[in-house]
């Protein structure tokens, strides 16, 4: 069943058209992200869904509800960790926790969500004193200290160090073991690679592509990079133009490097091969990459698009 479903939402801020006919799913238990530019909608697409915007026009249902109208019982049912909350620095974890936990009905236990997010040891300490990683923890606690069954990340992982982010990453699929549906906003294509069951690339208010990252870095139009070492023969000889004016891609010659931009990796690899073999040889230092989900992201939101992290 879906969690959310999303159809044909609109919203304009003035002669701003932030949202523009924008449909999408998120099924029961799926990590699902929302990824775009400076400007794309995301932040007001979330606001929606938690019942902060208004809309314009179209369809919105999170959990049976719509958020627009839907009350406590609704809230009650979600957990939202904001790019930046602000706590009051004088409280102790602790009691961050327990004051922010009892605007809900079902709690989990305050110890548990402090092992959940790494700050075991830590729930007496006043917030001021934490470093900024370990505020975006306490972020993230006060979004599930609710149990929640939809839980909104914006961001969550801004400010953490590698070692600390990891450990994020495994604590939303913990989460999603769980049952949790988790819509996600990220810039770090390596997170949405890991955690998302699906993306949504938005742009001007529409989504321009949609599937797991996989899809989508299969689908990209993006041509493979081969990439070795030219061997110890004379690259401007008759015999080796012949071979490179062979490949189904474009090549380029820098500093002994030869680069192979093609669609067709398969057939330019075994006349490569074939030719080293040939003349005993090797291609040293060969690699053959694919488009990353980076690539393919920043090909579809165009050159015009900025790439921060704030947002409409």
């Known amino acids: 069943m879906h969690a959310v479903t999303v159809a044909d939402l609109a919203k304009s801020y003035g002669p701003v058209r932030a949202v523009n006919g924008l449909s999408f799913t998120v099924d029961e238990g799926e990590v699902f992200a929302l990824l775009g530019p400076n400007g794309a909608g995301k932040s007001t697409v979330v606001e929606i869904l938690e019942g902060h915007r208004s809309r314009d026009a179209g369809e919105v249902s999170v959990l049976?509800?719509?958020?627009?109208?839907?009350?406590?019982?609704?809230?009650?049912?979600?957990?939202?960790?904001?790019?930046?909350?602000?706590?009051?620095?004088?409280?102790?974890?602790?009691?961050?926790?327990?004051?922010?936990?009892?605007c809900y009905s079902r709690r989990r236990p305050v110890d548990e969500v402090l092992d959940l997010v790494g700050l075991t040891g830590l729930g007496d300490r006043r917030t001021h004193q934490l470093s900024g990683g370990q505020k975006r923890r306490v972020d993230l606690a006060l979004g599930l200290i609710g149990d929640p069954e939809v839980l909104f990340l914006d961001e969550p992982t801004t400010g953490f160090?590698?070692?600390?982010?990891?450990?994020?990453?495994?604590?939303?699929?913990?989460l999603k073991a769980l049952g949790t549906t988790v819509l996600l906003t990220s810039h770090y294509m390596d997170e949405v690679q890991v955690l998302a069951d699906r993306v949504a690339v938005v742009v001007d208010g529409r989504i321009v592509a949609e599937g797991t990252p996989d899809e989508l870095r299969g689908n990209s139009d993006s041509e493979t990079?081969?990439?070795?070492?030219?061997?110890?023969?004379?690259?401007?000889?008759?015999?080796?133009?012949?071979?490179?004016?062979?490949?189904?891609?474009?090549?380029?010659?820098?500093?002994?490097?030869?680069?192979?931009c093609t669609e067709e990796p398969t057939a330019d690899l075994n006349l490569l091969t074939t030719w080293a073999i040939g003349q005993g040889s090797s291609l040293m230092g060969l690699e053959v990459t694919t488009p990353t989900l980076e690539d393919v992201y920043l090909g579809l939101i165009g050159d015009d698009h900025g790439t921060g992290v704030g947002d409409v």
């Open 225 to 260: 990079m081969i990439r070795f070492r030219f061997p110890e023969v004379e690259p401007s000889s008759g015999p080796v133009v012949d071979m490179l004016g062979g490949l189904a891609g474009r090549a380029s010659l820098r500093n002994g490097v030869v680069e192979v």
């Open 64 to 102: 049976g509800r719509d958020p627009g109208v839907a009350g406590q019982e609704y809230r009650d049912r979600i957990g939202i960790v904001l790019q930046e909350a602000g706590i009051e620095r004088e409280l102790t974890v602790r009691e961050a926790l327990v004051h922010y936990g009892a």
């Open 161 to 174: 160090d590698p070692s600390a982010r990891r450990q994020a990453w495994e604590m939303i699929e913990g």
